[in-house]
């Protein structure tokens, strides 16, 4: 155990001490080398976004067994499930309205399940709700979201609103975690549900953004002119590189602490 624990700490240390640059450099290697695995593995990539969805809905899952079982919502962001309630609910009102599929189901449970949790958090539980932690101004997102849409959203022939409506969820979708992030930056130490959930979360953004990737490369860029004309298309995948992205790193302390063998996850100073 001790020698399979050597190898991993002296990479994770050697990687801690490089600039910046160079680990962005590393990450973008990384995630280059695991789109061309997925790409090998993976035949039809839209079970990508399935998959992304399920293991959303697993994350769930995890809050809900964490509620159930040590009733206490501490450390975790009730503006981060009403960010994530209010855009599944606008997608789930666009999918039935526009394309009715198997997504439109998995947001379905997925909206179930988040709003059970909400209503755990501000009533059952209320108790060990840790607001003071849980302070981001959530108009900081939702007002920018907002704005964007109105701007930039898909040029098809749905009425305006629908894709008004569309463009609202996958931007406020991209940074519906930063709340939850930021009770996470306040507080330094994450107990092992709320990061097994952050870590769901992380895993189901990077299957979305690797459904697009692999999507607009094997289309050799045709999709994004499905998509529609403009600034739409390049947006949309540009959300999906940046919901991936504000996860990174998180994630990397994740998979550190876990190897590790720490049950409890800190991290450092400017993490989040």
């Not at 305006?160 to 939850?180: G, K, T």
């Amino acid at each position: 155990m001790k020698a399979t624990k050597r190898p991993i700490h002296a990479v994770t240390t050697w990687v801690r001490r490089q600039p910046p640059k160079i680990k962005a450099f590393l990450a973008a290697v990384s995630g280059m080398a695991a789109l061309v695995f997925i790409r090998m593995v993976v035949h039809d990539h839209d079970n990508l976004f399935v998959a992304a969805e399920a293991v959303h809905a697993i994350g769930i899952s995890v809050l809900i067994y964490k509620l159930m079982k040590e009733k206490t919502c501490a450390g975790l962001s009730l503006k981060s499930q009403e960010l994530t309630a209010m855009f599944l609910a606008v997608r789930l009102y666009c999918s039935l309205v526009m394309e009715y599929d198997i997504h439109t189901l998995l947001d379905s449970a997925t909206l179930i399940t988040t709003l059970w949790v909400i209503y755990m958090i501000r009533f059952k539980l209320r108790s060990s709700y840790m607001d003071d932690k849980d302070n981001f101004a959530i108009y900081y997102v939702l007002i920018p979201c907002a704005v964007l849409s109105l701007i930039i959203h898909p040029t098809t022939t749905h009425h305006i609103i629908n894709r008004i409506c569309w463009a609202f969820c996958v931007f406020l979708e991209a940074v519906s975690v930063l709340p939850q992030l930021w009770v996470m930056q306040n507080t330094k130490i994450v107990e092992p549900f709320t990061a097994h959930y952050i870590f769901a979360l992380g895993v189901a953004r990077f299957l979305s953004c690797a459904h697009w990737v692999l999507q607009v490369w094997d289309t050799r860029g045709r999709l994004l002119t499905a998509l529609g004309y403009g600034l739409w298309p390049p947006v949309v995948l540009l959300s999906e590189i940046v919901q991936t992205f504000i996860l990174a790193d998180f994630c990397y302390y994740y998979v550190k602490s876990l190897l590790g063998g720490q049950l409890v996850l800190r991290l450092p100073s400017g993490v989040v």
